[in-house]
Structures are given as C-alpha cells and as structure tokens.
C-alpha cells in the first residue's frame, strides 16, 4: 500500500511558477512509476508528466514541455513538478499517482491517488 499526499498548490498570476510536491510513503517508492495528472470540472483526468522509478524515463504532455519539470528524490520518498510560465489553461486540481508498471501516460496506468491540490492562474 502506497500513500500520496501532495502539496504546493496555490493562487499565481500568469507567468509565474509553482512548485508542487508529493510525498509518499512505503519502502518501494522508488520502484514506482510516478506520474502527475490534472482534472478541471465536467473533464477526464490528463496527464501531465510521469518518471520511471526504475530507469529515470520522462514523458511529458505537449502541453507543458518546456514549462514543466518533473523529478524524484527517492531518499526522500519525494516527487516534485516545478512549474514556469504558467497559463491560465493550466488551473487544475493536480493529482499525484503511483503505479508498479511500465511508464505511462494513462491514468489506469496507475495505482495509487493522492488527494489532488488546486492550482490557479490569474490571467
């Protein structure tokens, strides 16, 4: 059993950056594929960025390549994603998951949830 809990959330005008984090617990964090994913209301879950706890692999939406970085700390049992130049588009609930399989941009994918944590970008 895996447990995510993520923070970093808030209210930024855009342009402006945020830094989210996702702290798990359990032994095997880093053999985990973790990945983030955002949902805004009346729409599907969407992948944002995934890292491989095995090979260090990273996918990104189009979206957000050039903007977004993804990393781990598994000493820490940390994922993080910074997040530059933020647009308005990118205001979300964002979800931390994590997943014993194959890196993926697909939520079923992934095993385990955080709680998600709002992001606003003012226009």
């Known amino acids: 059993q895996v447990q995510l809990v993520e923070s970093g959330g808030g209210l930024v005008q855009a342009g402006g950056s945020l830094r989210l984090s996702c702290a798990a617990s359990g032994r095997t964090f880093s053999y985990y594929s973790m990945g983030w994913f955002c949902q805004t209301p009346g729409k599907e879950r969407e992948f944002v960025a995934a890292i491989s706890g095995r090979t260090g692999a990273i996918l990104y939406a189009d979206s957000v390549k050039g903007r977004f970085t993804i990393s781990r700390d598994n000493a820490k049992n940390t994922m993080y994603l910074q997040m530059n130049s933020l647009k308005p588009e990118d205001t979300a609930v964002y979800y931390c998951?994590?997943?014993?399989?194959?890196?993926?941009?697909?939520?079923?994918?992934?095993?385990?949830w955080g709680q998600g944590t709002q992001v606003t970008v003012s226009s």
């Open positions: 998951s994590a997943g014993p399989t194959i890196l993926t941009t697909r939520a079923t994918g992934y095993t385990y």
